[in-house]
């Protein structure tokens, strides 16, 4: 999940940004304005164009309406792909599952990611090679279920200039999800991105994409406390009390149906070790993350809240088979673990 996280931001790396941007014009900027050509927004006609509707040329300057039909359709592919990933998850992806998007590239096609108003990236230019398969392969399985939508475009020559919303499902979402008009809540990133694809013989020879703004929806924090709550897992399977206790705050209240409130990090580190001692074989695997305080706290609105449901693996002190799934819900603090409920 760490690692998950850290490629998320590695792809999308701007600033953070107001929730109530609009959704249909890029930021302005000296680099914008520099652009070899000015983006339009598509209307409501040139949405639904694909190239079923038009043939894209061989050589030569592509019309506006075929620049909108190779971008639709190459985002469609992109979009199918993504979804089959979201719904295949964990399993590893296929040639199969990625040949549709990797179909629109040049086998030498590079892809490059930069920030539009020259700001560093946190984790500096982000960029692929020459290697478009393991490029789409990686993307798709690291952001499952992503969507890019284009709403501007224009041409210069053979590059298309598009700005396009993209943005990714709460990690772990696995209700449907408004692919159109997502609930924030639903959200891991909202982002407006600006794309010049070089196209050659109808192939993308290179890609360059630039990240205008984005925001983080309400799964924001999320996104960063599901990486404790995996932390705070692991250290269960590891049978580190010190660990677990260490994703804590030092007044974290920890309650079970058997427990009743348990108060600060020295009454949880005693109760955790009995437990320990009762189910020495104890070992927890998260099934998913339930992004929305509703369906954590029986309808309770409290924001911040995560759950986590997961499955356990337990033996007890005299071999019995205790299996059984629960649901975890977490407040946080301070980058740590505030309270836990356990249901």
């Known amino acids: 999940m760490i690692l998950l996280l850290s490629i998320l931001l590695r792809l999308v790396p701007c600033g953070y940004a107001s929730a109530h941007e609009p959704a249909s014009a890029h930021a302005a900027s000296p680099k914008a304005a520099a652009a070899?050509?000015?983006?339009?927004?598509?209307d409501a006609a040139?949405?639904?164009?694909?190239?079923?509707d038009t043939a894209f040329p061989e050589s030569g300057t592509p019309s506006r309406e075929q620049a909108i039909a190779f971008v639709n359709s190459y985002f469609a592919a992109w979009n199918e792909a993504a979804e089959r990933s979201r719904s295949i998850r964990p399993s590893p992806l296929t040639a199969a599952d990625t040949d549709p998007v990797t179909a629109f590239h040049k086998e030498n096609a590079e892809t490059s990611l930069d920030d539009l108003a020259g700001r560093a990236p946190p984790h500096g230019p982000w960029s692929h090679g020459p290697h478009r398969t393991s490029f789409v392969k990686d993307s798709l399985t690291t952001l499952r279920g992503s969507v890019n939508k284009a709403v501007s475009l224009c041409v210069h020559g053979n590059k298309i200039r598009t700005a396009f919303r993209y943005y990714v499902p709460f990690i772990g979402l696995s209700y449907p999800l408004n692919r159109?008009?997502?609930?924030?809540?639903?959200?891991?990133?909202?982002?407006?991105?600006?794309?010049?694809y070089t196209v050659e013989s109808?192939?993308?020879?290179?890609?360059?994409?630039?990240?205008?703004?984005?925001?983080?929806?309400?799964?924001a924090a999320?996104?960063?406390?599901?990486?404790?709550?995996?932390?705070?897992?692991?250290a269960w399977n590891a049978r580190s009390v010190d660990a677990v206790v260490a994703t804590?705050?030092?007044d974290a209240v920890y309650e079970d149906p058997f427990s009743g409130p348990v108060r600060?990090?020295?009454?949880?580190?005693?109760?955790?070790?009995?437990?320990?001692?009762?189910?020495?074989?104890?070992?927890?695997?998260?099934?998913?993350?339930?992004?929305k305080a509703s369906q954590c706290l029986s309808g309770e609105d409290k924001p911040g809240v995560l759950g986590m449901q997961y499955r356990s693996e337990i033996t007890d002190s005299t071999g019995r088979n205790l299996n059984n799934e629960g649901l975890d819900c977490f407040t946080f603090s301070d980058g740590k673990i505030q309270s836990i409920r356990a249901y």
């Open 36 to 42: 070899p050509c000015e983006l339009r927004n598509l």
């Open 180 to 196: 159109d008009n997502p609930d924030p809540d639903d959200v891991a990133v909202d982002s407006r991105m600006l794309g010049e």
């Open 202 to 219: 109808r192939k993308i020879a290179s890609a360059k994409l630039t990240c205008d703004f984005h925001r983080f929806g309400a799964g």
């Open 264 to 291: 600060g990090k020295q009454a949880i580190r005693t109760y955790f070790s009995g437990l320990l001692k009762e189910f020495p074989s104890l070992k927890m695997s998260i099934q998913k993350y339930v992004p």
């Open 248 to 250: 804590m705050k030092d």
């Open 46 to 52: 040139e949405r639904d164009l694909t190239l079923k």
């Open 222 to 234: 999320r996104i960063d406390n599901s990486a404790l709550v995996y932390a705070y897992v692991q």
